[in-house]
């Protein structure tokens, strides 16, 4: 399994040009009490590979999982890899990390 660690600097970097997509794997109870703005939602426990190759096709940014301190997001790399989609990039520190430095966020 091919994993890219990204840091809060990269992710901002590919929000504010607009070449990054983040798929947030949390739960949506979680993801609707706060994300990082922009991301997508698409929860491990209910990982549909099918609906998010359909996501990645119409959507064509950089895919990049997250969620909240970048244990999941490894989990739906292994999963999206093991299911054929070429996704390899996560945020390390996830949401905690994003928050926690005063990022701002939507929800």
Same mark, same amino acid.
């Given at each position: #399994?091919?994993? @890219?660690?990204?840091?809060? %600097?990269?992710?901002?970097?590919?929000?504010? %040009?607009?070449?990054?997509?983040?798929?947030? @794997?949390?739960?949506?109870?979680?993801? =609707?009490?706060?994300?990082?703005?922009?991301?997508?939602?698409?929860?491990? &426990? &209910? !990982?549909?590979?099918?609906?998010?190759?359909?996501?990645?096709?119409? %959507?064509?940014?950089?895919?990049? !999982? &997250?969620? #909240?301190?970048?244990?999941?997001?490894?989990?739906?790399?292994?999963?999206?890899?093991?299911?054929?989609?070429?996704? =390899?990039?996560?945020?390390?520190?996830? !949401?905690? %990390?994003?928050?926690?430095?005063?990022?701002?966020?939507?929800?």
């Amino acid at each position: #399994m091919k994993v @890219v660690d990204l840091d809060r %600097d990269a992710i901002k970097a590919g929000l504010a %040009d607009q070449s990054m997509l983040v798929i947030d @794997v949390r739960e949506p109870h979680e993801f =609707e009490q706060g994300h990082i703005p922009g991301a997508v939602t698409h929860p491990l &426990s &209910s !990982f549909d590979p099918g609906a998010l190759a359909t996501l990645l096709a119409e %959507d064509g940014r950089k895919p990049v !999982f &997250s969620c #909240m301190s970048g244990v999941r997001s490894v989990h739906a790399l292994a999963a999206a890899q093991n299911a054929g989609l070429a996704i =390899e990039a996560h945020y390390r520190g996830g !949401f905690k %990390d994003w928050a926690g430095s005063g990022e701002p966020v939507e929800v």
